[in-house]
């Protein structure tokens, strides 16, 4: 298990990491969300003992990163897919990761095959795309067959086929008890991959809890209607307490009350509906409403005033 205590790193006076505590725990995907600039690289380069904390602790089964014997063996991470040698081919940069670890050579033509790169291990990666390098570092956190993995936006580059695949290593991997911390802004990919969810925002904990009740908690719940007398409908369920606005092709999306009551509504007062759906807050809708106030770096509307 990565656990994390107090959590914290400066730099000045600028704190980018801010007292985080939280776990990781095995057989789960764990998703790590948070707009740029929140702190998730940091917090993991910590975790690997790449930066040194200005306070508290980030530890892999009770120890630090730098106590680990056969680190390779125990953690395996991907942060940045464009860290090889551009020259040394693909099979050599494993190869010689391998050997520093005690690894041998016939893990290193294992994990090339399984990433998908089997026919390519001779050549070399500065010629590779953005999706190929992924695949490679991702060859690399896997190279020690180990019980922690950690991977940093690893679907950037990647095409449909990969994006998948990724999905299937990283459930396959929890699956197997293995403790797995995945990093990525595509919420669509997130909602089908992770099972738990941990958010931050300008260095602090938002968010630790399960992929469904994050959603459920942080967005609202919907019902979108249609009818021809939708002026009619949106002044009753006003008066009953609802939140009507204009919902997508004229019809309303209405909160605060389930389908069946609107439903109920509409039927003692004739009125004929023509659509009544429940509208279930997506992940990136939930993600959107809790970091809104965290957001560092955002864009002015389309068409907007320069």
Do not use: C
Request: glycine letters at 14%; proline letters at 5%.
């Amino acid at each position: 298990m990565i656990e994390l205590r107090q959590l914290t790193k400066k730099y000045g006076d600028v704190a980018v990491v801010d007292g985080l505590s939280f776990d990781v725990r095995p057989g789960v995907v764990t998703g790590f969300l948070g707009p740029n600039g929140a702190g998730k690289t940091s917090t993991m380069r910590m975790i690997l003992g790449l930066d040194r904390p200005t306070s508290g602790s980030a530890t892999i089964g009770g120890r630090r990163y730098a106590d680990l014997p056969v680190p390779l063996r125990e953690v395996g991470a991907l942060l940045d897919a464009q860290a090889m040698h551009p020259r040394r081919t693909a099979f050599d940069h494993l190869l010689f990761l391998a050997y520093a670890n005690g690894i041998g050579r016939r893990r290193v033509e294992e994990v090339l095959g399984l990433v998908g790169l089997a026919d390519v291990t001779g050549r070399r990666p500065g010629g590779f795309s953005l999706g190929m390098k992924q695949r490679l570092g991702i060859a690399v956190a896997l190279l020690g067959d180990p019980p922690v993995v950690l991977l940093d936006e690893p679907v950037n580059g990647l095409d449909p086929e990969g994006i998948r695949w990724i999905r299937t290593l990283t459930r396959g991997l929890a699956a197997e008890g293995r403790t797995v911390l995945l990093s990525s802004h595509l919420m669509s990919e997130m909602a089908l991959t992770a099972d738990h969810l941990v958010v931050i925002g300008r260095g602090r904990l938002i968010a630790d809890t399960g992929l469904e009740a994050f959603v459920r908690s942080a967005a609202r719940q919907g019902v979108l209607v249609r009818t021809p007398d939708a002026q009619r409908l949106a002044s009753l369920l006003r008066e009953s307490g609802a939140a009507v606005r204009p919902g997508a092709d004229g019809g309303l999306m209405v909160t605060g009350m389930s389908g069946a009551e609107v439903g109920g509504l509409a039927g003692a007062h004739g009125i004929v509906l023509h659509e009544l759906t429940p509208r279930r807050a997506s992940l990136e809708d939930a993600y959107l409403e809790l970091t809104g106030d965290s957001v560092e770096f955002a864009a002015s509307a389309a068409g907007g005033a320069s």
